[in-house]
């Protein structure tokens, strides 16, 4: 189950980290597409935390 996390937290931060990337070089072309990218970089940022909160919950256990 930890291994579980650990892979999901990661496979989220690569994705949050390259819609940012995308998100600024879209934005220099379509403001508007490069906001919606930022969105999501940010909504996958959030469940990497909220992952990551429940591994260290786990960890305590």
Do not use: P, Y
């Not at 220099?28 to 909220?50: P, T």
């Amino acid at each position: 189950m930890m291994e579980e996390l650990k892979a999901k937290i990661k496979e989220l931060g690569k994705r949050a980290a390259e819609l940012s990337r995308q998100s600024v070089e879209v934005s220099k072309v379509n403001r508007k597409q490069g906001l919606d990218l930022m969105r999501q970089a940010r909504d996958a940022s959030k469940q990497c935390q909220a992952l990551i909160q429940e591994l260290k919950k786990q960890q305590a256990v």
